[in-house]
């Protein structure tokens, strides 16, 4: 495995997931891993971020996307990038 | 010609007017606002202002989206403006205005309903209620998926859908 196959994600937190961390949560993670194991990192950097974080609810009802679409549990990362973790909406 | 569109989040008070303005035409004979407003009750708590939370790239986008499936059923013709407050409102702050103008009343009507009803259910949007006891909470909303579009019509739940919270 050499650093090329390493990539970097931001993830953006919004609404209620702001409260268990203020800022974007950084993650590396292997070239081409799919949405499912993305979202496995971000639950285990999110209980190091912060240990009181048990709402394993709110990742589930959650999806993870970026500035075009909503991506699905298959879909792989291809390239370091700015994501985030949306939760349940409601606008209006 | 096909209509033409204004999508923006604002972050400073949002203005009734500027949408009248943008949905007048010389062609179209009516114009249908949506204002959403924040009142001072939910669920029985006294409530005292709301903050909302936006995607902001992600909801244009859907706004985008909203726009071109409202003509696609009732006309290339429609004029369509949305704006959506992004930051704490108290009561009575306008969190959201739709505008849709149209050559007749119909068209308009059920664009403008349309795009509320699935903005509720598809665009990035977060609120949290703060309530005059001190306390605030974020609300519970819909759950979004990747299978695109979700109509508030009643409709047969597509089988692949069905799996999906928000139904």
Known sequence: MTSNDKLNISVQLFGAFRRVHPRPVELCIERNTKIKAVKSALESALRELNPAFDDTELLSKSVLANNQKIYQDDDVIEESASIAILLPVCGG | ?167
């Open chain 2, 1 to 167: 010609m096909s209509g033409k569109d204004h999508f923006a989040i604002a972050t400073q008070p949002i203005q009734v007017q500027a949408a009248v303005d943008f949905a007048a035409d010389d062609a179209h004979g009516a114009a249908d606002l949506f204002i959403g407003t924040v009142r001072n009750v939910n669920l029985g708590k006294a409530v005292k202002g709301v903050s909302y939370d936006v995607f902001d790239e992600l909801t244009i986008n859907v706004f985008r989206e909203l726009a071109i499936e409202a003509r696609q059923r009732w006309g290339d013709k429609l004029n369509i403006y949305i704006e959506h407050y992004k930051g704490r409102l108290d009561i009575l702050g306008v969190s959201i205005l739709i505008a849709v103008s149209s050559p007749h009343k119909d068209e308009s009507f059920k664009a403008c309903r349309f795009i509320i009803e699935e903005i509720k259910h598809r665009a990035p949007i977060w609120k949290q209620e703060h309530y005059l006891d001190g306390d605030s909470d974020w609300v519970q909303g819909h759950a979004l998926c990747s299978h695109g579009p979700v109509s508030y019509d009643d409709k047969p739940i597509p089988e692949s859908h069905k799996h999906c919270k928000h139904y």
